[in-house]
């Protein structure tokens, strides 16, 4: 089993629609938990941070449920240009990222 | 601010040569690491150093590779002798200490590629 697992898609969704991905991990020590944006052939970009009470940064909204060890990403009203990979990032000790294998998202007009 | 600087973009190599890639972190962080993605595969971690120090080398993947950080400024990743199976993209990044040190920024990535 993967330490962290994502559905790699791809999502197909129209402009406008909302969109959710979710995000497993297997160590219950893991610390911090990340969502980054990779666009194609370019660096991971950190979207944002997820926390236990949720985040929301505009049309983004993430959540951490501890209990159940996984995390999910909310994006609404989506926009031609959220095409991207979205990668699930979880940190346990000494600051070691692992990352699940991305979740391709396709904004359609 | 300059971001995490990585440099070649690009190299192609044949089996069996040497191959050296530079990370510049952002000025003023102590925490570099190195990631790799193979085709098809998630990034995987390699190793990361802490100032000059390396704290935690886990993902290298053999003995092949070798990883430095002189002065605990920029630094180099070699793999000498390369196989095919080193393929891939080479990613470095760059954090604060401290509270932040969990925020990770990365290089553009060298992409490697041995024929």
């Known amino acids: 089993r993967k330490e962290v697992e994502q559905d790699p898609g791809p999502f197909n969704v129209p402009e406008g629609a909302t969109v959710a991905f979710n995000c497993t991990y297997s160590?219950?020590?893991?610390?911090?938990f990340f969502w980054y944006r990779q666009d194609c052939r370019k660096e991971p970009k950190l979207l944002m941070s997820v926390y236990s009470s949720g985040n929301e940064d505009g049309r983004f909204t993430a959540q951490l449920n501890r209990a159940s060890q996984y995390i999910s990403l909310l994006i609404r009203d989506s926009k031609l240009s959220d095409s991207a990979t979205y990668l699930c990032a979880v940190i346990g000790g000494y600051q070691k990222v692992t990352f699940g294998t991305g979740t391709k998202l396709q904004v359609i007009p | 601010e300059a971001g995490v600087t990585q440099f070649p973009s690009h190299s192609v190599i044949e089996k069996g040569q040497t191959v050296t890639l530079r990370c510049d972190p952002i000025s003023g962080h102590d925490n570099l690491y190195w990631y790799r993605r193979v085709m098809g595969k998630e990034i995987k971690f390699l190793l990361h150093f802490v100032k000059e120090s390396k704290q935690d080398e886990s993902g290298m993947p053999n003995n092949r590779f070798l990883a430095e950080r002189t002065g605990g400024t920029y630094s180099t990743l070699k793999v000498q002798p390369a196989e095919l199976e080193d393929s891939g993209v080479y990613f470095c990044?760059?954090?604060?200490?401290?509270?932040?040190?969990?925020?990770?920024?990365f290089g553009a990535g060298t992409r490697l590629s041995v024929l």
């Open positions: 160590n219950s020590a893991s610390q911090s």
């Open positions: 990044a760059s954090s604060h200490t401290g509270p932040s040190k969990n925020i990770q920024y």
